[in-house]
């Protein structure tokens, strides 16, 4: 039998062997105050795990609010649907910010929606696996006819497991780290969802400035080569002259349909990430340019302190070990017992009085020993404590690596911002002044208006960069628990035995 938790096929044939061996034994009378004190007991004992759900979205709610301002909302309802739908369409009427696109994908969108109910669903399931199973009743009746005479006899039992009752304050301990494990796998669910929605967010922007730029570009090149074609047609202009001036329009015009794709396929992608319809994406509109850079970096130090002391991942590891050491025990004595049964048994037969007793039945470790099982869970702690020493190293690592990305894109953005982009303007402004002094000619002056533009895009590609890696060290001090995204439900080894009850 694996785990503490009984099957019913046990239970049925405890019930019968009870039957069977109180017809030829009389067993010890149980008062009925007796009995139902147990019952009670067991009663009592089977509902002191409480459902979990509520509070586990309560935390996670707080765990949002803390941290990204925003709270969770569960939209189980179709009343909660419909004032969803409303608050959308009001956000949807103006201009979408990073901060109002966050609280859109935790609060309406359907994918994190779905994370929600997942988590509430396998919190149900810990809550379950920390009860007692409920007690099984038989009832048996037999009709004989002997001689004419009609002999009936009745047999009753109500059969549960010893050990399930000695082993619920072990088994509630266990469901607690378990909830844990999943408050923190959902508040890992936040961590994510809001990462995505910023990096989707800022792609979205920075694609849509790109598009403004690429289009003045070809702007310039299309007045450069509609120049060209009649210098050439009066005889100002050789063949190849006007080709050269063309090529470049060519190009102008490939970089802005790609730019315009670009822009379409962001755009779609933050339309996933916040869940919206069709109707409600063709509504929505996104700021004209990314948010200027900070006056100053974030301190490295209290970033790196506060991964180390916040990373979900850190404290994951540390409730699986947590379980792991408290499934030690449990383990310990499974391994040599795992099933000791009780049954009250009441036979009645006809001009005979009323049998009553109990039967015990558990196992006899004759061909398991279980130190098969206790190996296993000596490995698996072992496993646990050095996972928990790895995430840690882990942790810190990528939080200095993070953070080292984040300080080089902000050195960059502020490069161009600071260095490069006056420098073109004012390559510009002088380049002006010769040509309204007729130094230079018209296509100078266009190829030094294509030039600035570049200089332009490459400044919004780094900024673009800069809050990419700013949404990616946010993410990264918070961090994100292992496993996450390959199980929804917490291990729960040692709470539900066997099939997990009846």
């Known amino acids: 039998m694996e785990g503490v938790c009984p099957r019913t096929a046990t239970f049925r044939k405890a019930g019968h062997l009870a039957r069977r061996n109180a017809r030829k034994r009389r067993g010890p009378e149980m008062k009925p105050v007796g009995r139902l004190g147990v019952l009670f007991g067991v009663l009592v004992l089977s509902g002191c795990a ?54 859109l994908a935790l609060a309406y969108s359907p994918a994190f929606q ?34 004419g005479v ?54 979205a922007v920075a694609a849509q400035q790109s598009v403004a730029y690429f289009e003045r570009v070809y ?14 047609a009066a005889g100002n202009f050789s ?63 209290s970033i790196l302190q506060q991964g180390l002391d916040e990373r979900l991942d850190v404290r994951m590891a540390r409730f699986e070990l947590d379980t792991v050491v408290r499934n030690r025990g449990l383990t310990r004595v499974q391994s040599v017992v795992d099933g000791l049964h009780v049954g009250l048994v009441s036979n009645s037969e006809s001009g005979k009085p009323t049998q009553r007793g109990y039967e015990v039945e558990f196992p006899i470790p004759l061909f398991d020993f ?25 942790a810190a690592s990528q939080l200095r690596q993070q953070y080292s990305a984040y300080r080089t894109a902000y050195e960059l953005a502020r490069h161009y911002r600071d ?12 380049r002006m002044l010769k040509y309204n002094g007729m130094l230079i000619g018209v296509f100078e002056l266009l190829a030094d208006a294509r030039e600035q533009v570049a200089s332009v895009l490459a400044a919004t590609e780094s900024e673009r960069d800069f809050w990419l890696a700013d949404a990616q060290l946010q993410a990264a001090v918070l961090g994100r628990p292992l496993n996450a995204s390959s199980s929804r439900e917490p291990a729960v080894a040692g709470v539900a035995g066997g099939d997990g009850g009846h």
Not at 219 to 232: F, H, T
Not at 378 to 386: G, L, Q, R, S
């Open 219 to 232: 702007e310039a090149a299309d007045a450069g080569a509609e120049l060209a074609r009649r210098m050439q």
């Open 419 to 430: 260095e490069i982009v006056p420098l073109r303007k004012t390559i510009s402004d002088e």
């Open 239 to 301: 063949r190849l002259q006007r080709a050269h001036e063309h090529e470049f329009y060519a190009e102008a015009a490939a970089q802005l349909k790609r730019a315009k794709q670009r822009k379409m396929e962001t755009r779609e992608t933050l339309v996933r990430a916040l869940g919206l319809t069709s109707l409600q994406a063709q509504r929505l509109k996104l700021p004209d340019r990314l948010p200027d850079l900070p006056k100053a970096l974030k301190d490295e130090a």
């Open 150 to 203: 009609r002999d009936l006899d009745i047999g009753r039992t109500l059969a549960f497991s010893v050990l399930d009752l000695l082993f619920l304050p072990s088994r509630i301990g266990i469901a607690k780290s378990a909830q844990e494990r999943l408050r923190l796998q959902s508040a890992g669910d936040v961590v994510q969802a809001i990462s995505e929605t910023r990096q989707a967010w800022v792609n």
């Open 114 to 147: 779905i994370l929600l109910a997942e988590n509430a669903a396998a919190s149900a399931r810990v809550t379950q696996s920390a009860r007692l199973p409920n007690p099984v009743f038989s009832f048996e009746k037999l009709v004989r006819n002997e001689e």
């Open 50 to 103: 409480s459902l979990d759900v509520d509070r586990n979205l309560s935390d996670t709610s707080t765990f949002a609010k803390s941290n990204y301002g925003n709270e969770l909302r569960r939209l189980d309802s179709d009343e909660t649907r419909r004032e969803a739908q409303t608050e959308v369409d009001t956000l949807l009427e103006q201009t979408l910010t990073q901060a109002n696109a966050e609280r």
């Open 370 to 394: 279980g130190d098969a099982r206790r190996s296993q869970v000596e490995a698996e702690y072992m496993a646990a404590v050095h996972r928990a020493q790895q995430t840690a190293v882990s």
